[in-house]
DNA sequence: TCCATATTTTTAGAAATATGGAAACATCAA
DNA sequence: TTGATGTTTCCATATTTCTAAAAATATGGA
C-alpha cells in the first residue's frame, strides 16, 4: 500500500460518522448493508451519508454493488488489514517490542472474546 | 482508548508531514530528535513544525521533554498500538479471519524483517 | 543583565471538508 | 409510460485545517 493510500484510508477513518459506518458495516459482514439503511440506523441524512461513503469507498475501505433499486455496501477488511500493516511497519523492523504485544493479542482473537 | 481519541490520532496521523514526522521519530527510538532537528530533516519551517508537533502531542502520539534550550520528541510507540488494536477490535470478534492473518504477519517480526 | 539559541504562540489568508435541501438519476412494477 | 423507491449529484453555507511569517517565551552562557 502507498502513503498517498494510506493517508487517504486514515483521514476517511478520522471522522466521526465515518468511523460509525465503517464498524457498522464491519459487523454487517459479509451481507453489508444498503446505502439507505445505514443512513437510518446513523441517523444521516441520505446526501450526507452519500458523500461520507464515496469518501470511503474511493479510499478503498467499503466496496459496493448495485442490487435492483438499492447500492449493497460492504467493509473492505483485508484494505483495513494493509492499512494496519503499513503502521506497524515501521516500528516492526526495529522495535518489535511494539509488535511483539500487539500479535499476542490478535493471537487470542476469536468470535466471543473480550473488548477490554 | 476512546472513540474521540482515535478519531484524534487517526487525524493526526492522515497528514502528509505528520505521517513522515511520526515514522521518522519511530526510526529514532528510543532516544528521540530534538525539534529543530525534525523540522531540518523533513525541510519543514519551525512554527509549521510545531504546530505539526502539537497536533501529534495532543493525539498522544508522541511524548516531549526538554532538555537544555531543546525540546526531545519520541514517538509514542503503546499509543499506536491501543490504536491500533481499537481499530482491529471490531473484525476481531466476528471476522477472525482478519485477524490471523494480521497476527501471523506480525509473529515473523525481527529487527532485520522484509519490508515487502 | 544582555545576548544567542530553541521553540511555541499568534495571526491570517488560502484551501479543504462537512452538511443537508433540492433536483437529477436509476431501477422496478404496474 | 407513469409512479414509487433508493441513491447520488449539485449547490451554498459553515467549519476546520494548513501554512508560515512575526512576535513572544524559555533556557543557558558570558
Same mark, same amino acid.
Given at each position: 500500500?502507498?502513503?498517498?493510500?494510506?493517508?487517504?484510508?486514515?483521514? $476517511? #477513518?478520522?471522522?466521526?460518522?465515518? !468511523?460509525?459506518?465503517?464498524?457498522?458495516?464491519?459487523?454487517?459482514?459479509? *451481507?453489508? #448493508?444498503?446505502?439507505?439503511?445505514?443512513?437510518? =440506523?446513523?441517523?444521516?441524512?441520505?446526501?450526507?451519508?452519500? $458523500?461520507? #461513503?464515496?469518501?470511503?469507498?474511493?479510499?478503498? !475501505?467499503?466496496?459496493?454493488?448495485? =442490487?435492483?433499486?438499492?447500492?449493497?455496501?460492504?467493509?473492505? !477488511?483485508?484494505?483495513?488489514?494493509? $492499512?494496519?500493516?503499513? #503502521?506497524?511497519? *515501521?516500528?516492526?523492523?526495529?522495535?518489535?517490542?511494539?509488535?511483539?504485544?500487539?500479535?499476542?493479542? !490478535?493471537?487470542?482473537?476469536?468470535?466471543? =472474546?473480550?473488548?477490554?
Amino acid at each position: 500500500m502507498e502513503t498517498s493510500n494510506v493517508i487517504e484510508s486514515f483521514s $476517511a #477513518l478520522a471522522q466521526a460518522t465515518r !468511523l460509525d459506518i465503517f464498524r457498522l458495516l464491519v459487523r454487517q459482514e459479509p *451481507d453489508g #448493508l444498503p446505502a439507505g439503511e445505514i443512513a437510518r =440506523q446513523l441517523s444521516v441524512p441520505h446526501a450526507t451519508m452519500s $458523500a461520507h #461513503l464515496s469518501v470511503l469507498s474511493r479510499a478503498g !475501505l467499503v466496496v459496493s454493488r448495485r =442490487q435492483g433499486r438499492s447500492i449493497i455496501y460492504r467493509a473492505n !477488511l483485508s484494505h483495513m488489514q494493509e $492499512a494496519i500493516r503499513f #503502521l506497524v511497519r *515501521d516500528c516492526c523492523a526495529g522495535h518489535p517490542e511494539v509488535c511483539g504485544p500487539l500479535a499476542e493479542s !490478535l493471537i487470542g482473537c476469536t468470535p466471543n =472474546q473480550d473488548r477490554e
